[in-house]
């Protein structure tokens, strides 16, 4: 076998080295969604290492992956194979001798994941450059990638020192989610949806993603970060990618990541103007599906000096052919009594009504769930009556989840080299560079932070601007 070993795919030999193997991402998401895709590919041929700071043994981790793989539904001889296989190797991800005893743990190639807090992991990367990796090595990183344009190019070129771009996977699991796919379904293979998605018919575009959720114990991470870098600066502007790209050639790689870089770039604040079209608030003390959540600031472990917000809205221009004077309003909230996760396309109003058609005549929208499994098209028909008068009427459709979870997708990318769901280097910049105005903004105290009970559908519309 050569240095770069197997090139992946089913039952040839490789290694994923798991870092972080204690803590909760390994054990909620990422264990169970290997689980399920070792499960339908028979990846048999892959060992399993897992490695942390703690002390651990070989049997603690074997059990602890055979429970995750169990939770997500995953069995069978190729599953209990790896859990036969896995070992765990205890480990500083920072210290060059204890990486060096990782890298000999290889057989075949080599897939190094970091489920790391994102300041570890470059300093787990800077120790790797020194000491090289074998070759044909994949990385594997979490966002948040960089925490600016400025950092996130620096990490690149860390990274391209001792690995080519090809060999990095800058992982973002709402690329996985089989509802935000099904955008690529949607758009690309309905004669009767694509053509209408234009500047010509479309009136604005949301992306949405609110959630019931309120901080769950994630102060450490949370409040250090905000809405704005958790959700919108890496997951909705992807998301908003594949809903504003071109239509590629093909679903490889290369073409999608092209597709989505070439919307990136032309993706800017509305108007350049950070203060009228961005907003931040944080929820204070309320209700949410009967369960009473304190205020933010009230949480363990927050910090309320430092203004996080739990709420980050943004209107956002795409100046392509395509979408040029459509605004896009991207926003996610936390605590909210009526969440909405969803992507819609709100159209124009009809050039002109026929006199003598009476009744509401409110505009078309395209609604594409990305987190319900839904799709709904609003229309106007003649209603039941008078048929002078319009109704409108929806139609209404759910599809069944995925065959693998999210992180069995983001894995099969990895561990199978199918990459359309990572994020290219250049892409992890632009995204620093769209919302870095908005930063800015509000950390200059220009944008003020607003507040909304926990519970509330968030605060109110603003009036005027684009909606």
Not at 147 to 162: E, K, M, Q, V, Y
Request: a negative charge; proline letters at 6%.
């Amino acid at each position: 076998m050569s240095a770069d070993g197997a090139r992946g795919g089913t039952g040839r030999t490789q290694t994923l080295v798991v870092l972080g193997a204690n803590g909760d991402l390994t054990a909620r998401l990422l264990l169970p969604g290997l689980g399920g895709l070792v499960a339908s590919s028979s990846l048999s041929g892959l060992h399993l290492v897992g490695s942390d700071r703690g002390e651990g043994t070989d049997e603690e981790w074997r059990t602890l992956v055979a429970g995750a793989f169990a939770e997500g539904g995953a069995g069978g001889a190729a599953v209990d194979a790896v859990v036969r296989d896995a070992r765990y190797v205890a480990a500083d991800a920072t210290d060059e001798d204890d990486l060096r005893r990782l890298l000999d743990c290889r057989r075949g190639r080599l897939t190094l994941y970091f489920a790391l807090p994102a300041a570890v992991t470059v300093e787990a990367c800077r120790a790797l450059s020194r000491i090289g990796v074998p070759e044909g090595t994949r990385l594997v990183l979490e966002k948040p990638f960089g925490t600016d344009a400025a950092s996130a190019t620096a990490l690149n070129d860390l990274l391209h020192g001792f690995v080519p771009e090809d060999h990095v996977h800058r992982v973002d699991h709402f690329l996985g989610m089989s509802t935000v796919l099904n955008i690529l379904g949607v758009r690309f293979a309905n004669r009767v949806i694509e053509p209408l998605l234009t500047s010509e018919h479309v009136a604005a575009v949301d992306i949405v993603f609110d959630e019931t959720l309120g901080l769950e114990g994630r102060a450490g991470f949370y409040d250090a970060t905000g809405a704005l870098r958790d959700m919108l600066q890496s997951h909705l502007l992807q998301v908003l990618a594949l809903v504003a790209m071109p239509a590629p050639s093909t679903l490889d790689p290369v073409d999608v990541r092209d597709a989505k870089a070439h919307v990136l770039r032309a993706t800017h604040v509305w108007e350049h103007d950070p203060e009228r079209f961005s907003r931040r608030a944080r929820y204070t003390a309320g209700t949410v599906d009967g369960r009473a959540l304190p205020s933010y600031t009230d949480e363990p472990g927050i910090d309320p000096a430092r203004e996080t917000e739990t709420l980050a809205e943004i209107v956002l221009a795409v100046d392509t052919w395509r979408w040029a004077g459509v605004p896009f309003r991207v926003r996610s909230g936390k605590a909210i009594g009526s969440p909405r996760q969803e992507v819609t396309f709100w159209f124009k109003a009809p050039q002109h009504v026929p006199d003598g058609l009476a009744g509401e005549v409110p505009g078309n929208r395209l609604r594409i769930g990305i987190g319900p499994r839904r799709l709904r098209l609003d229309l106007n028909i003649n209603g039941p009556g008078d048929p002078s008068t319009i109704s409108p009427v929806s139609l209404d459709t759910s599809f069944g989840p995925g065959e693998l979870l999210e992180y069995g997708e983001v894995l099969r990318g990895v561990l199978e080299d199918v990459k359309p769901l990572s994020v290219r280097d250049d892409m992890s910049v632009e995204s620093w560079r769209i919302v870095e105005p908005v930063l800015d903004a509000w950390r200059e105290g220009r944008v003020p932070l607003e507040e909304y009970p926990a519970g509330s559908p968030g605060p109110a519309a603003r009036e005027g601007g684009p909606s």
